[in-house]
């Protein structure tokens, strides 16, 4: 995790401090464990509390267990274990209970917090060249292509990145969802995401991003990973042609 983000979790901590106060976990008198649940959300300090500790938490919140306040208060330590790829539950699960609990009509601050979190989040996937990030990278990008507000603002971080992580990223996606994307004509996630799919199409094929692959190549050439690089130049170079 880069320091950018390590300065925006502390930030979350401090905007949500205020809701320590009125987390009441009530929740669904139908679950004979709801206070077993609460115990041990209650036996550790937030900072301390794990994603197994969450889990439970994050599927529920809003819905059955726990209302706006208590999903506030935890949620700085679930989006930290996020950016540590130990999101409770799922990632997409998390980001389903912002807009459940109507995050846009909160506070400024604290939209910023997690607009901010999202946007940096974004960047130090790009820049992760671990294994669980190529894991992971699918999934954290469809959220935050359906999730975060400025697309476009997403497309820029991911061109101008120049670390080669954020290539590998790139080529090992379209390897993976060139179908959906130019055949079936959306982004792949949980609800088929359509509504920025031309866009994104239009910038895979765009002579910026074929020459940043070309390059990578070039580059990379006596790697593994050079034919994986030199199949996602054809495929964008053909997508292109066939969108002319």
């Known amino acids: 995790m880069n320091e950018s983000l390590r300065i925006i979790i502390e930030k979350l901590y401090v905007t949500f401090a205020k809701y320590q106060g009125l987390s009441k976990l009530e929740g669904s008198i139908?679950?004979?464990?709801?206070?077993?649940?609460?115990?041990?959300?209650r036996s550790k300090k937030l900072r301390e509390l794990t994603d197994e500790d969450l889990s439970v938490f994050a599927g529920?919140?809003?819905?059955?267990?726990?209302?706006?306040?208590d999903f506030r208060f935890y949620l700085p330590r679930m989006l930290e274990l996020t950016a540590e790829f130990k999101t409770p539950y799922d990632i997409w699960i998390l980001y389903s209970r912002l807009e459940d609990a109507n995050w846009e009509t909160w506070d400024f601050n604290e939209q910023k917090a997690i607009n901010d979190f999202t946007i940096e989040l974004w960047n130090n996937l790009l820049n992760d060249n671990s294994e669980k990030a190529e894991m992971e990278f699918k999934d954290y990008f469809h959220?935050?292509?359906?999730?975060?507000y400025?697309?476009?603002?997403?497309?820029?971080?991911?061109?101008a990145n120049e670390n080669f992580a954020s290539v590998k990223h790139?080529?090992?996606y379209i390897l993976e969802e060139r179908q959906n994307i130019f055949d079936n004509n959306f982004i792949n996630s949980q609800v088929k995401n359509t509504k920025n799919v031309e866009q994104f199409k239009a910038w895979l094929t765009s002579d910026k991003i074929i020459e940043k692959i070309v390059k990578a190549f070039y580059d990379n050439e006596k790697s593994e990973f050079a034919e994986r690089l030199s199949w996602v130049e054809r495929i964008l170079t053909n997508a292109g042609k066939n969108n002319t």
């Open 30 to 41: 139908l679950y004979d464990d709801l206070e077993k649940w609460n115990r041990r959300l």
């Open 60 to 69: 529920k919140v809003i819905l059955t267990w726990g209302d706006e306040n």
């Open 143 to 148: 959220v935050v292509a359906c999730f975060y």
């Open 150 to 159: 400025d697309f476009s603002q997403m497309l820029d971080v991911w061109e």
């Open 170 to 172: 790139l080529a090992n």
